[in-house]
């Protein structure tokens, strides 16, 4: 895809989310008051609800452990490689750029091999 199509592509995207938003945004408050999500005693109850209830604990768990790590990754690694290990900044832009060029390929091969071998509920 050429970029000037890519650039026409996400800005029709872009212009139709506000479209679809002014037709949505003004009948959101009376979906929402129909169900009672406005009211102070209901939304307690279901964040009690979303919070007790332990698949929700575990894949909290599992992306806060993911991510965290993650960012700490990207938020330490320059001081380490280049302070440390003494490469030098164009060295370094290269190690992260190869890094993210395997963390997505990796992230992919691993949840489809996950579920093919354990299934979702049991790799949790």
Known sequence: MSPGLLVLFIALLLGM????????????????????????ATLARTWKNILLNPAFRAFSALSICS???????????SFVYINVLGLSQTAYSLVLMA??????????????????????????
Do not use: E, N, W
């Not at 938003?21 to 406005?38: K, N, Q, R, V």
């Not at 890094?99 to 979702?120: D, E, M, N």
């Open 17 to 40: 989310q506000a479209v679809t938003t002014d037709m949505y945004l003004p009948a959101l408050p009376m979906l929402t008051a129909s169900f009672g999500a406005t009211v102070a």
């Open 99 to 124: 890094s993210a060029l395997t963390y997505i390929p990796g992230t992919f091969l691993c949840r489809r091999l996950l579920v093919q071998k354990h299934g979702a509920s049991v790799t949790v």
């Open 67 to 77: 991510y965290g790590g993650l960012f700490t990754y990207l938020a330490a690694s």
